[in-house]
């Protein structure tokens, strides 16, 4: 390149700092090239403190950041912003549940809205805020389990079962369903949240004589 080439090119100012650039519109795209072809300019380019319009293909919607933004900071449509945008926080929340053994079983909205929490371990629903679960440090933690007094101490009886239980390969639903209740509730009994009565230690343990020695 020779100089009047050189010179040719707009640039030329940049390298001169006596003089402001001069930036037209060729200049403004060539420094909004870093956007890549998902974004559309859809108005004209006043100067560098005015507002330019992009259509962003990638989520359908218009974004209109001053043409300093885009030339001197490198901005980006929000939507690209990793805290707001739903499929980031959803994805973040998801994992993070699955490692606590938790499922989301609510729609996610974002950080700040309330999710449904079901939790595989004590098998309770709760309901958090997704900044909450995963800021503070018990977020995970089911609050129901946490508001319950001590702990009953687990029954040898139950440990018993838990045993037996698991040999045979039967679920809580399923002794659940042989005394006639809901898994939840063999859960507590399992984990000493609740103690069986009477009548229910002798039905559980009618099931595993019968099973037991059935085979
Ligand atoms: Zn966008
Ligand atoms: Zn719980």
């Known amino acids: 390149m020779n100089l009047n080439e050189f010179m040719a090119q ?17 200049i403004f795209l060539k420094r ?15 100067g ?4 330019v319009t992009f259509y962003h293909t990638k989520c ?3 974004w209109a950041p001053t043409a300093e933004e885009v030339m001197y900071k490198h901005s980006h449509c929000p939507c690209t912003s990793k805290f707001r945008n739903p499929d980031y926080g959803r994805n973040r929340v998801d994992k993070f549940l699955e490692s606590h053994n938790c499922k989301r ?9 309330p999710i449904k929490i079901f939790s595989e371990k004590c098998k309770h629903i709760f309901l958090r805020t997704p900044d909450i679960l995963l800021n503070q440090k018990a977020g995970a ?11 009953f101490q687990i029954s040898n009886f139950m440990k018993e079962e838990i045993k037996w239980r698991k040999s045979k390969g039967f679920t809580q639903k399923d ?11 063999i859960s507590d009994f399992e984990n000493g949240h609740k103690k069986p009565s009477k009548k229910q230690i002798a039905e559980i343990k009618s099931y595993m004589d019968a099973l037991t020695i059935g085979g």
Do not use: T, W
């Open 10 to 26: 707009n640039y030329y100012d940049f390298h001169n700092p006596s003089k402001p650039l001069k930036i037209n519109k060729e």
């Open 32 to 46: 909004a090239k870093y956007l890549g072809p998902e974004y559309i300019l859809s108005s004209e380019y006043k």
């Open 48 to 51: 560098s403190r005015q507002r």
């Open 60 to 62: 359908g919607k218009e």
């Open 105 to 113: 079983i609510s729609e996610y909205k974002d950080m700040k809205h």
């Open 141 to 151: 933690k089911c609050p129901i389990c946490r508001k319950k007094p001590a702990r």
């Open 175 to 185: 002794v659940g369903d042989f005394i006639h209740c809901c898994d939840h509730l």
